[in-house]
């Protein structure tokens, strides 16, 4: 049987964890909860007191799925293709169960190896000039014909706020932690973001200074986030979508666990 999940708050992914544990599938299935503003639905289909899958649907129509071996998988596709118009991220043996043929994959990699130092990071928190300015990308999405071109430099702290607001917890709770490499009080090179769940850490952002690009910045980034989690013993994930950039985590010391295949169904 699938149910709604009711009243989504942030313990919801949480308090789920247990049901599975050591899966790198569920785990990207997990995080992708965590910022619960966003989800436009989330599902667990149930065999008697068991939980056997979770289904998380968000924004533009993305639904993660992760199942455990007993879980009902006709039912589970002919929910998903309920749906309507959906990207699926799920793991290979999952699509093959629901009848889908994935066109393209994203890798999820786990950290294997021990790091080298690299140049020290440094924890943002809420008393550090907002860094907006390397995140050029979500400058333009939250600012498109919002100011002239000119203009945006009187707007970089507001925008900045508002892009990690877009995550409800920011920089401000226990799930997520942001470091960077700064040069001065207030010059920042770069920037990596992660969120924490259980003895798992997913890092989801990474942004370097165009002009500091290819000097090994983020990967210092990275690697101080990485270096803080290890430990503790936790686990670090990351997802990429190319072989080059997948390459780039190899030599920090990231390693493929498993794809997640995408499939867009329309009906």
């Known amino acids: 049987m699938i149910k709604l999940i009711e009243n989504l708050s942030k313990n919801t992914a949480e308090d789920l964890t247990a049901f599975f544990p050591d899966d790198t599938a569920a785990a990207f299935t997990l995080f992708s909860l965590l910022d619960f503003t966003s989800v436009d639905g989330a ?8 939980i056997t899958a979770l289904v998380v649907e968000k924004e533009s129509s993305k639904v993660y799925v992760c ?70 990308q979500s400058k333009t999405e939250i600012l498109t014909n919002a100011v002239e071109k000119k203009d945006l430099k009187k707007y970089t702290d507001r925008a900045y706020k508002e892009w990690l607001s877009r995550t ?78 997948e390459k780039l985590y190899n030599k920090i010391g990231f390693e493929r666990e498993i794809y997640m295949d995408l499939e867009i169904i329309e009906l």
């Open 43 to 50: 599902w667990l289909q149930t065999q008697g007191e068991d």
């Open 67 to 136: 199942a455990c071996d007993t879980a009902d998988f006709y039912e589970l596709s002919d929910f998903i293709t309920r749906l309507g118009g959906v990207v699926v991220h799920c793991c290979s043996d999952i699509t093959e169960r629901l009848g889908i043929t994935a066109f393209s994959k994203i890798s999820v990699m786990a950290l294997k190896k021990e790091l080298t130092r690299g140049r020290e990071s440094v924890e943002i928190n809420d008393g550090l000039r907002p860094v907006f300015d390397l995140l050029m």
């Open 168 to 245: 409800t917890r920011g920089i401000f709770s226990g799930y997520t932690s942001v470091r960077a490499i700064k040069v001065g009080e207030n010059s920042i090179l770069s920037v990596a973001i992660a969120d924490r769940l259980g003895k798992s850490i997913f890092i989801r952002d990474v942004a370097t200074d165009s002009e500091f690009r290819r000097m090994g910045y983020a990967s210092d980034c990275i690697s101080g986030l990485c270096r803080d989690f290890k430990r503790d013993g936790e686990r670090v994930l990351l997802a990429c979508n190319d072989l080059k950039t």
